[in-house]
């Protein structure tokens, strides 16, 4: 005679065994974000330092990408490229997963006066000069998109030390679009633009 099990518990089993299989995963993503990450870009990736970004809440096609980039040189940094070095395939991914998981703390703009023209500009660009708006690729919320970074939150400092990447040519990879964006914005545009990005929760 023949044994018959249940779908429910076939079901289950299955669900039991992925998640016995994903939770080693997890915890070998967080290891290392606490080994190496938590430093700079704190333990949930709320980092606490405003030239450091926050990685809490990222998009996680973005944020592979940019691990990548730094390993491969794509993306300069004197701080990243020597970390990323060491790390496989693997662990870019499961951290990227890791980081996008993490629950996004509020943002602080240091300058609330600002944000009635950077949310002008974020909403509608400037016609003027050729400024496309910030929410066709990062979304109304700033939460971003698939390889469009989320930009609620970010730190005002952050967020204008990558301005001047791109407008110098210093930042090469992502969108050719941001570098044209931060060659036409002045810097009284690029300082209204990341307050008001900060200001988004």
Do not use: W
Request: with cysteine.
């Amino acid at each position: 005679m023949k044994s018959f099990t249940p779908k429910p518990l076939i079901a289950f089993a299955c669900l039991a065994l992925s998640a016995v299989i994903a939770a080693p995963v997890q915890a070998d993503a967080e290891a290392i974000a606490n080994e190496m990450c938590a430093g700079c870009h704190g333990a949930d990736g709320n980092s606490m330092v405003p030239g450091f970004p926050k990685l809490a809440g990222q998009q996680k096609v973005y944020l592979l990408r940019e691990l990548k980039d730094y390993r491969s040189g794509k993306r300069v940094s004197e701080i990243m490229a020597p970390l990323v070095s060491t790390l496989s395939d693997q662990d870019v991914a499961d951290l990227a997963d890791f980081y996008a998981k993490q629950k996004p703390a509020p943002g602080v703009a240091g300058n609330p006066a600002l944000l009635s023209v950077g949310k002008n500009l974020y909403l509608k660009g400037n016609s003027n000069t050729d400024v496309p708006s910030c929410d066709s690729c990062h979304e109304e919320d700033g939460s971003g998109s698939g390889k469009f970074p989320r930009v609620a939150g970010q730190h005002v400092d952050y967020a204008l030390d990558q301005f001047r990447l791109y407008a110098t040519g210093k930042r090469t990879n992502g969108s050719r679009v941001m570098q044209a964006v931060a060659n036409r914005m002045s810097e009284e545009e690029t300082r209204a633009v990341a307050e008001y990005m900060a200001s988004m929760p």
